[in-house]
């Protein structure tokens, strides 16, 4: 599997962001996806012990966005459109999970992607469906100066 690059203040992969998950994608070429292992600390519970729903959707959300860079281009970012979550079951803080993310419909200026969140027992405990697109203009150059930053090393 090759790993995916991660940023510098993200608060989901960000190598320097204190308050971060620090997650780690990789490129599942023979399933055809993207896969990331997870333990959410208690600070981002909703309920003791539950992971609040909006880091499930952040993680969600950026599990499926990143399921576009499964052809290795790691420059070939998109930002999202639309996302749907549904949450299945109570996603459990301090437990191993794993998050995985896939293309459902490629186009070249648009892409459905989906992404799931899978207990200790694999069994999906929150799924989404996205709509993301290539970003332009402003977006787009915003990014620029952080590219240096945008790596896959050993560092994390």
Known sequence: MTKQPTSRTCFLCGRD??????????????????????????????????????????????TAGRAVMLDGDF???????????????????????KAIGWIEHSGRRSMNVAAKMLLPDGTICAECQAVVIRPTGEISESWEKEKKFWRADSAI
């Not at 070429?29 to 990331?36: K, M, P, R, T």
């Not at 997870?38 to 950026?62: K, M, Q, R, S, W």
């Not at 420059?75 to 803080?93: A, G, M, Q, S, W």
Request: proline share 7%; no cysteine.
């Open 17 to 62: 962001n204190q308050s971060g998950l620090k997650m780690v994608w990789y490129n599942n070429n023979e399933l055809n996806q993207v896969e990331a292992d997870v333990t959410i600390p208690e600070h981002f519970n909703g309920y003791p012990g539950i992971t609040h729903g909006g880091i499930v959707a952040a993680i969600l959300d950026e």
């Open 75 to 97: 420059e070939n970012l998109f930002i999202t459109l639309r996302l749907n979550v549904t949450y299945r079951k109570p996603t459990p803080t301090n437990k191993p999970l």
